[in-house]
């Protein structure tokens, strides 16, 4: 029996870390999707995709779960307005902001900015269970920002154009902190939510509320929600994956996982996201990361790794 016990805890765990890799994985290669989506040709104006992004992920996890229980789930008032809450929080600000941001400032920057994901979490994870970081989680959040600092940092600060637009650097790091902090509470207080329905009706009702949020933008802010009749089959392949794979199965893993580490955990994928675009750009583009990059590379699994071994010991 205790072999037995022992086989299936292994198990269990290799699938936990296999779902926090697909989280790893999938977000970080979503920026190399969402350009190649945007910049077409023909262009797709930002707010355009990520609306109707959040409508194809909403339909496809309320699908999955109407197939898996027959019916919707029956929630309070309570968790209905949690549920709401966390999914604006995440997707609609989070998401949102960063990529208003990006329309004055270098890609770069606004990666290393929500890097920041990780100490924002950690900060309010703390307050809320009233227990400071161990020393070694903080030590490796500290590494970790620093190999991250280290890969974006060289294009942003060495390159011949600036990282920023002349007059806007005050808008965005307050822009750039309120979209790290808003994802990093609404990814904390959806943790009620765990215990009252299944990850896919949770993820289903979050992007369907930031579907519905993104579609009033749209329309208050005269922004066409009809797509362009010729997008390219690139574009639309693109779409695709960051409906199915960016929406759909990352956030089940993002969820699910949520569920089993602690926040400090789950949130180094803002560490390791960029990472995957380094290597998704060498591999695909040919952009050979720089000496610096490669440390960088380094320091952030050594960081990663400091957080999830000080976590499973505990």
């Known amino acids: 029996m205790s072999l037995i016990d022992g086989t299936t805890s292994r198990s269990t765990s290799w699938t936990n870390l296999g779902n926090l890799l697909v989280v790893y994985l999938v977000w970080g290669s979503t920026y190399f999707a969402v350009k190649i989506a945007v910049t077409g040709p023909p262009s797709i104006a930002p707010l355009q995709l990520q609306t109707w992004r959040m409508w194809a992920a909403s339909a496809l996890l309320i699908a ?41 400032a270098a890609s770069g920057f606004i990666v290393m900015a929500m890097g920041m994901i990780p100490i924002w979490t950690t900060l309010i994870s703390s307050v809320i269970d009233r227990t400071p970081p161990s020393r070694n989680v903080v030590v490796g959040l500290g ?11 060289p294009p942003v600060f060495l390159a011949g154009s600036a990282s920023v637009e002349t007059g806007y650097a005050v808008w965005l790091a307050f822009i750039l902190c309120a ?24 993820a289903g009702l979050q992007t369907l509320s930031a579907a519905i949020v993104l ?27 960051l409906a199915i794979f960016g929406s759909v199965a990352s956030l089940l893993a993002y969820i699910t996982v949520m569920k089993i580490y602690p926040p400090t955990v789950v949130s180094t994928f803002a560490y390791v996201n960029p990472l995957v ?38």
Not at 143 to 153: A, D, N
């Open 64 to 104: 999955i779960g109407l197939s898996r229980t027959r019916r919707f789930p029956v929630l309070s008032a309570k968790q209905i307005v949690i549920c709401a809450a966390s999914g604006i929080l995440m997707w609609v600000t989070g998401n949102g902001l960063a990529t208003l941001a990006s329309g004055h």
């Open 143 to 153: 590494i970790g920002l620093s190999g991250l600092f280290l890969i974006v940092g």
């Open 179 to 202: 979209a790290g902090l808003t994802w990093s509470i609404g990814s904390l207080i959806q943790k009620p939510l765990f215990a009252a329905t299944s990850p896919v009706w949770a």
């Open 215 to 241: 579609t009033v933008i749209c329309w208050t802010s005269q922004t066409s929600l009809l797509p362009p009749v010729d997008i390219a089959p690139v574009q639309l392949t693109a779409f695709l994956y």
């Open 277 to 314: 675009g380094v290597v998704l750009g060498w591999v695909a583009l040919d952009e050979k990361p720089a000496l610096l990059s490669m440390i960088g590379i380094a320091l952030i699994l050594a960081g990663v790794s400091a957080i999830i071994v000080t976590s499973r010991r505990s």
